[in-house]
């Protein structure tokens, strides 16, 4: 489902120590370190600036590897002083086996681990949920998008949408107060793909944010194209070529 989600934080400093000390105890470790950016596998922080707003209003779910783990994240980050947003233990309204614990990070995003029966098998972000400002126009989009990335509808209702990945993982859209910008990529193994998804988005009449190409300030073979969706996130079409 996922190739990476970045949000942007207002202090690098204290989000990277509750990330590693919260993402530590499910065994997600830090992978990349550079000035500004910090990455745990697929997911990573960036530092904000003028007119690249921090992030703020998203939920983040990483996949825990047990029941025990899902308690001790619950545990180290209310240990550490970060506020709970939901005590360890099932919500069967997800799933009949879903059991899950919910934290704030520094500002004020919710990060869950979570333990079911269909977690995502490859990688360490099991979903999203973000608020959007029309859920409609926000569907069009991401069905738009999912033509290219290989995922689809799940749940649909008026209050929320769900787009599921195939095997596992999946992100949602969510009626409420509108999630702050944050960068969504999915992955392909062609760059012909790539092409296609910029090209049938901006021609659908969506902004482009970065024309097909190799982005080699990342890796070589790093293939991607960004467009926003209607609610100013960056979404991005990538092929590693590796």
């Known amino acids: 489902m996922f ?17 590693d000390l919260v993402l530590g105890t499910l065994g997600i470790e830090r992978t990349n370190q550079e000035d500004d950016f910090a990455e745990w596998d697929d997911f ?5 600036s003028p007119g690249k707003p921090v992030t703020r209003r998203l939920h983040v779910a990483f996949v825990a590897p047990s029941h025990e783990a899902v308690d001790e994240f619950w545990r180290a980050g209310t240990g550490a002083g970060y506020r709970s947003d939901g005590d360890p233990g099932p919500r069967p309204e997800y799933r009949d086996d879903y059991y899950g614990a919910f934290l704030l990070d520094p500002d004020g995003n919710s990060a869950e681990a979570v333990h079911h029966g269909a977690m995502r098998e490859v990688g360490k972000i099991d979903h999203l949920w973000f608020r959007v400002a029309d859920i409609a126009a926000a569907k069009e ?23 599921v990945g195939s095997p596992s993982g999946s992100f949602s859209l969510v009626a409420g107060e ?10 392909t ?11 049938d988005l901006v021609g659908l009449g969506y902004r482009d944010n ?9 890796h070589e073979g790093y293939y991607g194209a960004f467009v926003f969706d209607p609610d100013g996130h960056n979404i991005e079409l990538v092929n590693h070529n590796r």
């Open 3 to 19: 190739d990476h989600v970045t949000i942007r934080v207002s202090d690098g400093a204290a989000s990277e120590a509750f990330y």
């Open 44 to 48: 990573s922080l960036s530092g904000w």
């Open 141 to 163: 989009f991401y069905e738009a998008v999912g033509r290219h990335a290989g995922y689809h509808v799940g749940h649909d209702s008026t209050e929320r949408v769900q787009f």
């Open 178 to 187: 509108r999630t702050d910008p944050f960068h969504m990529a999915f992955p």
């Open 189 to 199: 193994d062609d760059n012909g793909r790539v092409e296609a998804f910029h090209a």
């Open 210 to 218: 970065g024309a097909p190409g190799e982005r080699r300030k990342y």
